[in-house]
């Protein structure tokens, strides 16, 4: 598990290193914050894609050898960046950047989630919190460079060493876990721990709902997470605090996800989704009147500890109702949603931006969102209960 929490927290600082260079890489090449918000958004598809196919790989053959392959996809991703000149090059980058990334992610929460049956809502909360591990490191590392060398220095460097770290690990999972049967078969939860549990919705439309539940959460919570910094800059304070807020809200989020993992092994990934999707609208919309920078750090501590344990939830919930064997490739496709919610949120909020000239109305669409998650995830709970109801022997 160790192992795996490094993976994730070196392997996903693509997710958050454009965040931080957001406004020199706009300065520089002299686009709009649309424009300079399309490579975090060809980052998040590369995430995407490559959470399922490479999800599908691990299935087949276990993790070590996606990830392996990835990390150096990783590291040859940053270095290339930072010789780029023109928009255009950066933003095709950053899909193979987005790639690597995804093996630290998806497939990581796949693994372990078979190598824990009692506690495996606090295993696969405790290697996904490597992703926000990640969030707290990268944005203070790359800002620290960014004030004595630039972005492309910095890039290169952060290419380096994910060849030289992630590698190496990727060789020491080379074990692979047993699946056992009895996951397998619906109702198995009954005779086992960690088995199926019973939901009246066959594995596609159970599919189909979370990947839309997905979507809208995540494009809510790409609102803070992709502009807090360039939020900041336009409320007159500078790169350095928005860095902070970030760090301090995916740290907050470290603490959501353990709880929610702990959480979920009491009262299961639904209701746990559900729950951490209330909570991640109302913080929204704290946003909305609160722009001090004393009530900003305060509310993006409260944004992080009400988000941070929706996407282990899925992952959970995969475990829970759909099919043990193909647990790499589904989580990896309803994390894609996730992805291209985060992609989409956080090109849509740069784009109502140049629009109306303020974030206000970002937030509100976020909050918009929110509300078709909120839904969705009431009703899976309403079927999920229903289900085991009538699994109870009279």
Same mark, same amino acid.
């Given at each position: ?5 490094l ?6 600082v693509g ?12 300065a ?22 490559g959470?399922?196919?490479?999800g ?32 255009w090059?950066?933003?095709i ?5 987005g ?9 990581l929460?796949?693994?372990?989630s ?11 909360a ?5 992703n ?5 490191? *990268? ?7 960014l004030?004595?060398?630039? *972005? ?8 380096i060493? #994910?060849?030289v ?8 999972m080379?074990?692979?876990p ?16 960690g ?9 596609r ?8 539940a997905?979507l809208?959460? #995540?494009?809510?919570?790409?609102m ?5 910094v360039?939020?900041?800059?336009d ?11 970030? !760090? ?11 709880i929610?993992?702990?959480l ?6 639904v209701?746990t ?8 609208g109302?913080?929204?919309?704290l946003?909305i ?23 282990? !939830?899925y ?31 956080g090109?849509? !909020? ?5 629009l ?11 909050i918009? *969102? ?11 709970l309403?079927?999920?209960r229903?289900?085991?109801m ?5």
């Open positions: 598990m160790t192992i795996a929490i993976i994730g927290t070196f392997g996903t997710l958050w290193a454009f965040v931080v260079v957001l406004p020199p890489i706009q520089e090449f002299g686009v709009d914050r649309a424009a300079a918000s399309l490579p975090y958004t060809s980052a998040m598809v590369g995430f995407a894609l959470n399922v196919l490479l599908r790989f691990a299935d087949r053959t276990g993790v070590a050898m996606p990830v392996a392959i990835a990390g150096a996809a990783l590291g040859a991703g940053f270095i290339l960046s930072g010789f780029t000149t023109a928009l090059q950066f933003v980058l950053q899909v193979l950047i790639l690597g990334g995804a093996a630290c992610f998806g497939p929460l796949a693994d372990i078979h190598w824990f049956e009692k506690r495996r809502g606090i295993a696969v405790a290697v996904a919190c490597g926000y591990l990640s969030g707290v490191l *990268w944005p203070t590392v790359i800002k620290f460079a004030e004595h060398t630039s *972005w492309r220095v910095t890039f290169l460097g952060i290419g060493f #994910c060849i770290s992630i590698v190496p690990l990727a060789l020491l080379r074990a692979k047993v699946v056992q049967e009895a996951d397998e078969m619906p109702g198995a939860q009954a005779r086992r721990p088995g199926r549990r019973p939901i009246d919705l066959s594995p439309a159970l599919q189909s709902l979370l990947v839309l997905g809208g959460c #995540c494009v809510a919570m790409s803070p997470q992709v502009h807090i360039a939020y900041c800059i409320l007159g304070y500078d790169i350095a605090r928005g860095a902070e807020m970030l !760090s301090l809200m995916l740290g907050a989020g470290i603490a959501s996800r353990l929610s993992g702990v979920a092994d009491k009262i299961g990934g209701p989704l559900l729950l951490g999707s209330v909570l991640q109302l913080s929204l919309l946003y009147p609160f722009n001090g920078l004393a009530s900003l750090y305060m509310v993006s501590f409260i944004f992080g500890l009400s988000q941070g344990g929706i996407i282990p !939830s992952a959970i919930i995969v475990r829970e109702y759909l099919p043990a064997r193909e647990a790499g490739q589904r989580m990896g496709v309803v994390i894609m949603a996730t992805i291209i919610g985060m992609a989409l949120g090109w849509m !909020s740069g784009w109502i931006y140049d109306t000239g303020s974030y206000q109305a970002a937030f509100l669409n976020g918009a *969102w929110n509300l078709g998650n909120v839904a969705i995830a009431f009703f899976i309403y079927r999920a229903r289900s085991a009538a699994a109870v022997p009279a």
